[in-house]
């Protein structure tokens, strides 16, 4: 199996800039989307960003032209480098993986998620 652990949130004034990183640790073929979701206390996980393997990108409207996601496929990691904060950015970020495994005899493609990490914009 993979896990993800994720890193980088904390507490930041509007306009700032924060960098979260995820790292994937585990057994895995191969490791294909991955992506950062979030969510505030009473909505939905909402979509932020993702990225393939080999480096397409899709990203929410709302944080086009400030967020950028990146990969580094040697390290397992994904990053997310976030500027221009605004409060509603303030959520808990998860990152999420799409992954494949040997289990039980035959090929699996799996997803997983990280524990989360808190973005606190204060405006």
């Known amino acids: 199996q993979v896990q993800l652990v994720e890193s980088g949130g904390g507490l930041v004034q509007a306009g700032g800039s924060l960098r979260l990183s995820c790292a994937a640790s585990?057994?895995?073929?191969?490791?294909?989307?991955m992506g950062w979701y979030r969510q505030v206390p009473g909505k939905q996980r909402e979509l932020v960003a993702t990225?393939?393997?080999?480096?397409?990108?899709v990203y929410a409207d709302s944080v086009k032209g400030r967020f950028t996601i990146s990969r580094d496929n040697a390290k397992n990691s994904v990053y997310l480098q976030m500027n221009s904060l605004k409060a509603e950015d303030t959520a808990v970020y998860f990152c999420?993986?799409?992954?494949?495994?040997?289990?039980?005899?035959?090929?699996?493609?799996?997803?997983?998620w990280g524990q989360g990490t808190q973005v606190t914009v204060s405006s």
């Open positions: 999420n993986a799409d992954f494949v495994s040997f289990l039980y005899g035959t090929y699996r493609s799996l997803e997983v």
């Open positions: 990225i393939t393997s080999v480096g397409s990108t």
């Open positions: 585990g057994s895995a073929i191969r490791i294909n989307t």
